[in-house]
């Protein structure tokens, strides 16, 4: 297994477990009678998509098909 693959399906966990997170906090809002979400769970979802990206990026790279162009 490459190390970019290796690094991809950690991420995929991760994104397992900031999903986890985010129902985690929404629950407990809705306990505390949270009538809206948290604010935390906007920013879970900005960390939810940044992984998303590393994520499907180094799955391009071990593909061999990592598009872009730029050589900087």
Same mark, same amino acid.
């Given at each position: 297994? *490459?190390? +970019? %693959? !290796?690094?991809? =399906?950690? #991420? +995929? /966990?991760?994104?397992?477990?900031? =999903?986890?997170?985010?129902?985690? &906090?929404?629950? &407990? /809002?809705?306990?505390?009678?949270?009538? *809206?979400?948290?604010? *935390? $769970?906007?920013?879970?979802? &900005?960390? %939810? %998509?940044?992984? !998303?990206? /590393? !994520?499907? #990026? #180094? %799955?391009?790279?071990? =593909?061999?098909? *990592?598009?872009?162009? =730029? $050589?900087?």
């Amino acid at each position: 297994m *490459s190390r +970019e %693959r !290796e690094l991809a =399906d950690r #991420l +995929e /966990a991760v994104l397992a477990d900031v =999903d986890d997170l985010s129902f985690d &906090q929404l629950q &407990q /809002a809705l306990a505390n009678g949270a009538t *809206s979400r948290p604010a *935390s $769970d906007k920013v879970l979802a &900005q960390v %939810r %998509r940044a992984v !998303e990206k /590393a !994520e499907r #990026l #180094l %799955r391009q790279l071990d =593909d061999g098909s *990592s598009g872009g162009g =730029d $050589d900087a």
